[in-house]
Protein backbone atom coordinates (compact mmCIF):
# COMPACT_ATOMS: atom_id res chain seq x y z
CA UNK A 1 0.00 0.00 0.00
CA UNK A 2 0.85 3.65 -0.39
CA UNK A 3 0.06 6.37 2.38
CA UNK A 4 -0.30 9.60 1.82
CA UNK A 5 -0.04 12.58 4.34
CA UNK A 6 -1.41 15.96 3.12
CA UNK A 7 -0.03 19.00 4.84
CA UNK A 8 -0.05 22.86 4.61
CA UNK A 9 -3.63 23.95 4.31
CA UNK A 10 -5.24 27.03 6.19
CA UNK A 11 -6.75 30.09 5.96
CA UNK A 12 -5.10 32.92 4.13
CA UNK A 13 -6.38 35.95 2.27
CA UNK A 14 -7.13 36.78 -1.17
CA UNK A 15 -3.76 37.05 -2.63
CA UNK A 16 -2.22 35.05 -0.51
CA UNK A 17 0.01 32.07 -1.25
CA UNK A 18 0.34 28.42 0.67
CA UNK A 19 2.70 25.56 0.14
CA UNK A 20 1.07 21.92 0.14
CA UNK A 21 3.18 18.74 1.00
CA UNK A 22 2.20 15.29 0.33
CA UNK A 23 4.46 12.68 1.81
CA UNK A 24 4.41 9.39 0.96
CA UNK A 25 5.55 5.56 1.78
CA UNK A 26 5.17 2.90 1.09
CA UNK A 27 6.24 2.18 -2.47
CA UNK A 28 8.91 3.42 -4.88
CA UNK A 29 7.47 6.83 -4.79
CA UNK A 30 9.36 7.53 -8.60
CA UNK A 31 7.39 5.13 -10.47
CA UNK A 32 3.77 7.09 -9.60
CA UNK A 33 1.96 9.68 -11.39
CA UNK A 34 1.24 12.21 -8.38
CA UNK A 35 -1.39 14.91 -8.40
CA UNK A 36 -3.63 17.46 -6.74
CA UNK A 37 -7.15 17.24 -7.03
CA UNK A 38 -9.66 19.31 -4.74
CA UNK A 39 -13.19 19.76 -3.80
CA UNK A 40 -15.47 22.38 -2.85
CA UNK A 41 -18.67 21.80 -1.02
CA UNK A 42 -21.24 20.58 -3.75
CA UNK A 43 -18.84 20.38 -6.35
CA UNK A 44 -17.15 17.60 -8.02
CA UNK A 45 -13.87 16.60 -7.53
CA UNK A 46 -11.69 18.62 -10.04
CA UNK A 47 -8.11 17.37 -10.92
CA UNK A 48 -5.69 20.41 -10.14
CA UNK A 49 -2.41 19.72 -11.07
CA UNK A 50 -0.17 16.67 -11.56
CA UNK A 51 3.49 15.24 -12.60
CA UNK A 52 4.56 12.50 -14.23
CA UNK A 53 7.65 10.55 -13.13
CA UNK A 54 10.01 12.32 -15.20
CA UNK A 55 8.88 15.88 -14.36
CA UNK A 56 6.50 16.69 -16.82
CA UNK A 57 3.86 18.47 -15.49
CA UNK A 58 -0.36 19.55 -16.24
CA UNK A 59 -2.75 22.33 -14.52
CA UNK A 60 -6.22 22.57 -14.81
CA UNK A 61 -6.60 26.72 -16.80
CA UNK A 62 -7.78 27.75 -13.82
CA UNK A 63 -4.83 27.55 -11.83
CA UNK A 64 -2.00 27.91 -14.88
CA UNK A 65 0.61 31.16 -13.75
CA UNK A 66 -0.94 30.79 -10.40
CA UNK A 67 0.17 27.12 -9.26
CA UNK A 68 3.10 25.18 -9.40
CA UNK A 69 3.26 21.57 -8.69
CA UNK A 70 6.84 19.67 -8.01
CA UNK A 71 7.95 16.40 -6.72
CA UNK A 72 11.02 15.59 -4.65
CA UNK A 73 11.81 11.24 -5.34
CA UNK A 74 14.65 11.72 -2.50
CA UNK A 75 12.36 12.70 -0.21
CA UNK A 76 8.95 11.12 -1.61
CA UNK A 77 7.24 14.42 -1.66
CA UNK A 78 5.31 16.15 -3.75
CA UNK A 79 4.50 20.05 -3.38
CA UNK A 80 1.72 22.35 -4.30
CA UNK A 81 2.70 26.15 -4.81
CA UNK A 82 -0.37 27.99 -4.67
CA UNK A 83 0.21 31.74 -5.00
CA UNK A 84 -2.19 34.68 -6.21
CA UNK A 85 -4.88 32.44 -3.93
CA UNK A 86 -8.66 33.46 -4.80
CA UNK A 87 -11.76 32.79 -2.93
CA UNK A 88 -12.56 30.18 -5.77
CA UNK A 89 -9.38 28.24 -4.87
CA UNK A 90 -11.33 27.39 -1.36
CA UNK A 91 -11.57 23.48 -1.24
CA UNK A 92 -10.08 20.40 0.48
CA UNK A 93 -7.16 19.25 -1.52
CA UNK A 94 -6.41 16.06 -1.90
CA UNK A 95 -2.85 14.03 -2.89
CA UNK A 96 -2.96 11.45 -5.40
CA UNK A 97 -0.52 8.38 -6.69
CA UNK A 98 -1.68 6.54 -9.15
CA UNK A 99 -0.23 3.96 -12.06
CA UNK A 100 -1.97 3.80 -15.68
CA UNK A 101 -1.98 2.96 -18.93
CA UNK A 102 -4.20 4.96 -21.52
CA UNK A 103 -7.65 4.84 -19.67
CA UNK A 104 -6.73 2.00 -17.04
CA UNK A 105 -5.86 2.73 -13.88
CA UNK A 106 -4.27 -0.10 -11.94
CA UNK A 107 -2.97 1.71 -8.63
CA UNK A 108 -4.91 4.23 -7.06
CA UNK A 109 -3.94 6.02 -3.86
CA UNK A 110 -5.74 9.21 -1.72
CA UNK A 111 -4.86 11.38 1.02
CA UNK A 112 -7.12 12.35 3.61
CA UNK A 113 -7.11 15.92 2.29
CA UNK A 114 -6.58 19.04 3.66
CA UNK A 115 -8.37 22.05 3.71
CA UNK A 116 -7.86 25.41 2.21
CA UNK A 117 -9.75 28.10 2.69
CA UNK A 118 -9.80 31.96 1.37
CA UNK A 119 -11.14 34.94 2.41
CA UNK A 120 -12.18 38.06 0.46
Known amino acids: QVQLVESGGGLVQAGGSLRLSCAAS????????MGWYRQAPGEQRELVAD???????MYVDSVKGRFTISRDNAKDTVYLQMNTLKPEDTAVYYC??????????????WGQGTQVTVSS
Open 26 to 33: GRIFSIYI
Open 51 to 57: ITSDGST
Open 96 to 109: NARRAIRTVTFENY
